[in-house]
């Protein structure tokens, strides 16, 4: 069964956001990864260095089924307009599902990053359907 939870995009003030809605919803990140961490084989070590201490993932539980989720923006993926860029996270139980969901959203749309094993454990993907409207598709094979 898939899981739908929205992911916000920030112009470098993810971390300061997303303290703020700790404070209001509560509870602890599961989950918070600058873009330093990444491989050096990475597009995310294209970024300025002072950007690399930028959040490059976080996660808020909100409740047992709803996860808010967020980042810093990496220019490499396009610009960010602040307030209004929401991507639609899905979580899969499997490979096969993530590559089924993400085929079929992806038709007439634009992959960004096709389906792969991930360096952190996901096996990850993310396109823009031909709506417009981005999708992150994540299927968690190691548990963090």
């Not at 995009?9 to 990444?38: D, I």
């Not at 089924?65 to 490499?76: K, R």
């Amino acid at each position: 069964m898939a899981t739908l939870n929205p992911y916000l995009t920030f112009n470098g003030n993810c971390e300061e956001a997303f303290n703020f809605y700790k404070s209001v919803f509560g509870g602890e990140f599961s989950h918070l990864g600058r873009f330093k961490v990444a491989p050096a084989e990475s597009e995310c070590q294209e970024m300025p260095k002072d950007q690399k201490n930028k959040i490059m993932h976080v996660s808020l539980p909100i409740s047992k089924e709803t996860v808010l989720m967020g980042s810093d923006g990496n220019p490499q993926f396009g610009e960010v307009t602040t307030g209004t860029h929401i991507t639609l996270s899905i979580g899969t139980d499997s490979k096969e599902e993530a590559d089924r969901l993400f085929n079929a959203l992806s038709k007439d749309g634009k992959i960004t990053m096709p389906m792969a094993e991930m360096f952190w454990g996901d096996y990850f993907g993310m396109l823009t359907d031909q709506y417009g409207f981005d999708w992150m598709i994540v299927t968690e094979t190691v548990k963090q």
